[in-house]
């Protein structure tokens, strides 16, 4: 079955590094992204990256994968208190049409 | 590009009536739209899979006869919750996809319904 697991919570000092995990059960998917979502707000694709890759990187987001222990992260350099929000790792499975199962999302804060 | 529209944002109604939402694709065609559904501080959950000229696709515990969905071009699919009861208040998002879909999925701004 799919699940897709995330921490609650992170905290972090503005200019520093920001580390979100996200681990999944299904091996199958086909990309895998990463969502930010503000407060009353719909979600906002911020990266994606496709399951035969390792790494991306775009601007300040970096995403690494690692297939064999089923775990994503997104690496967010220089954090900005406009970074403050939950963040939502997703898989999609295309023989599926596409379907994203989300993971329960990682609340960040950003402190001055 | 990729922008996804809600309409409307907020809505407060009467037990008993129904709520139409619209979601639209602005500056891409989409060939499938998706019905999510989230609680407050959860996860997003999926309730059905619109395709442009099919019935929708619900998943499982979700009732397709209180949750309407019609996907009548390649820009609009509405959800309509039909007899809407206090239970059925939450924060409603839709997504759209393009045709290849390997861009992921484009969500709206969300509507937020109240049913008093």
């Known amino acids: 079955g799919e699940d897709v697991e995330q921490s609650l919570f992170l905290s972090v000092r503005e200019g520093d590094s920001s580390v979100i995990n996200c681990t999944y059960t299904?091996?199958?998917?086909?990309?895998l992204y990463w969502y930010k979502q503000e407060p009353g707000a719909g979600l906002q694709l911020l990266t994606y990256?496709?399951?035969?890759?390792d790494m991306k990187q775009d601007q300040r987001l970096t995403v690494l994968l690692n297939k064999k222990d089923k775990h994503l992260s997104l690496r967010i350099a220089d954090t900005q208190t406009g970074d403050s929000a939950i963040y939502f790792c997703a898989e999609s499975f295309q023989a599926a049409g596409n379907k994203l199962t989300f993971g329960g999302g990682t609340r960040v804060l950003v402190k001055p | 590009g990729a922008v996804v529209s809600q309409h409307p944002s907020r809505v407060i109604c009467k037990s008993g009536t129904s709520v139409k939402i619209e979601c639209r694709s602005l500056?891409?065609?989409?060939?499938?739209m998706f019905w999510y559904r989230q609680f407050p501080k959860k996860s997003l959950m999926l309730m059905a899979t619109s395709n442009e000229g099919s019935k929708a696709t619900y998943e499982q515990g979700v009732e397709k006869d209180k949750f309407l969905i019609n996907h009548a071009s390649l820009t609009l699919s509405t959800l309509t919750v039909t007899s809407a009861h206090p239970e059925d208040s939450s924060f409603y998002i839709c997504?759209?996809?393009?045709?290849?879909?390997?861009?992921?999925?484009?969500f709206g701004p969300g509507t937020r319904l109240t049913v008093l």
């Open positions: 500056d891409f065609q989409a060939t499938t």
């Open positions: 997504s759209a996809q393009d045709s290849w879909g390997g861009n992921g999925q484009f």
């Open positions: 990256i496709f399951s035969n890759m």
């Open positions: 299904d091996s199958s998917s086909t990309y």
